[in-house]
């Protein structure tokens, strides 16, 4: 089978926002080609683009959890005393999971993230190993309040039940994103898709925001506010990339190609529609891209564009440039000189849409798509064609 990658390039500008927060509550921000630069983690991208699948006929979504424990007592609550339940239960997830948190109970120590047949599974394989698990279970109290010895207290992990709750079926963006357990590294899964932290095209300066709340019952004579505070905040036109490896996520959901499909097609739409949600209410920066590419490669290394702003855009002054313009077409200057040096990559289809800005396109021009779901219809047939191609 051919290794076919899709790599997703944005040009995103944002109205003055806060998105994406740090622990100080303010944008957060990198260095880049040696000045600040505005950012987006990828984390906060691909959150706000899962939670958005479900508009892209990806009704199943995994769930990121330490509660796994309560979901078994909700679907198990007839078996057992709730007490005995529980303490089975504690068995079960430390023996293919995870230790539970010393300081709550009720928790995993780690967030767990599984797909909907993954917890099914695992409610079915408790049923089915409920008499050992029982077991254990009372071994550890007897063994915690000195009535009986210390030996028995762990169940020895089954490889049979660890291999069913391995090959439980994954859900799209859990095969897309990956995930890593340390303490049972057999229910990792390789990422199928990489996303690249969105940086600023330019250089960017924080902004605070001072602002005040009144009181509506203070009485007239009383003049000062409620409260005060501020707000950090920027403006910035960011870059943003992504690749998905098609035939890793194969692999990870079980060989169902037409299921793999879904999911790049979702993944680019909901990449370009979903915009994180970090205090929105207060700004409203819902700015869809003004520039987007797809590359098709065919047994070829997934290339990012980002060095194109290693050297910042900045608007000459007295001009009447915009630094969307600009950070189109320092992209696309840059992308034609890296397949002339270093090759096409295994380039099969380029597919590019944009509001606008033709003058801005370079050589680029010659691939132009106006519109988003006839780039991405094209680019979904060249993914079949290279797929297929022997």
């Excluded at 984390?43 to 699948?53: A, D, G, P």
């Excluded at 897309?176 to 960017?204: D, W």
Aim: net charge negative.
């Amino acid at each position: 089978m051919n290794n076919v990658m899709i790599e997703l390039h944005l040009i995103q500008n944002f109205a003055p926002s806060c998105l994406n927060r740090d622990v100080t509550n303010t944008p957060k921000d990198c260095e880049f080609g040696g000045v600040r630069r505005a950012r987006i983690s990828s984390q906060c991208i691909k959150r706000s683009t899962r939670l958005c699948f479900r508009d892209k006929g990806l009704e199943e979504i995994g769930k990121r959890t330490k509660l796994l424990k309560s979901e078994l007592v909700r679907r198990l609550s007839d078996l057992g005393q709730p007490e005995q339940l529980s303490a089975a239960l504690d068995v079960f997830l430390e023996t293919y999971y995870s230790k539970m948190d010393a300081q709550k109970p009720d928790q995993t120590a780690v967030l767990l993230y599984l797909a909907e047949p993954e917890i099914a599974e695992a409610a079915k394989c408790v049923r089915e190993i409920w008499s050992d698990l029982s077991a254990a279970a009372e071994a550890r109290s007897g063994a915690q309040d000195g009535s009986k010895k210390t030996k028995g207290q762990g169940l020895k992990q089954d490889k049979q039940i660890a291999e069913r709750l391995r090959r439980a079926g994954l859900s799209a963006d859990v095969a897309l994103f990956g995930r890593m357990l340390a303490e049972n590294p057999e229910m990792n899964v390789e990422a199928a898709c990489q996303v690249a932290h969105a940086i600023s095209t330019h250089r960017v300066d924080m902004d605070l925001d001072f602002y005040t709340a009144v009181d509506d019952l203070n009485p007239a004579s009383e003049t000062g506010a409620g409260m005060m505070g501020e707000t950090g905040f920027n403006s910035a036109c960011f870059y943003r990339y992504a690749v998905i490896d098609r035939n890793q996520l194969i692999t990870n959901l079980q060989g169902d190609e037409k299921l793999a499909d879904t999911a790049i097609r979702a993944f680019i739409e909901a990449s370009v529609q979903a915009i994180p949600t970090g205090k929105q209410n207060s700004f409203a920066a819902h700015n869809k891209p003004d520039f987007g590419m797809i590359v098709v490669r065919k047994n070829g290394a997934p290339c990012s564009l980002a060095n194109a702003f290693a050297t910042p855009v900045r608007i000459k002054p007295g001009s009447d440039e915009d630094l969307i313009g600009i950070s189109i077409e320092s992209l696309c200057s840059l992308y034609p000189k890296i397949k002339q040096v270093y090759g096409d990559g295994g380039v099969v289809h380029e597919s590019i849409w944009h509001l606008g800005h033709d003058d801005r396109l370079g050589e680029m021009k010659k691939a132009d798509r106006k519109s988003m779901t006839a780039a991405v219809d094209d680019a979904m047939a060249a993914v079949a064609q290279a797929s297929s191609e022997v």
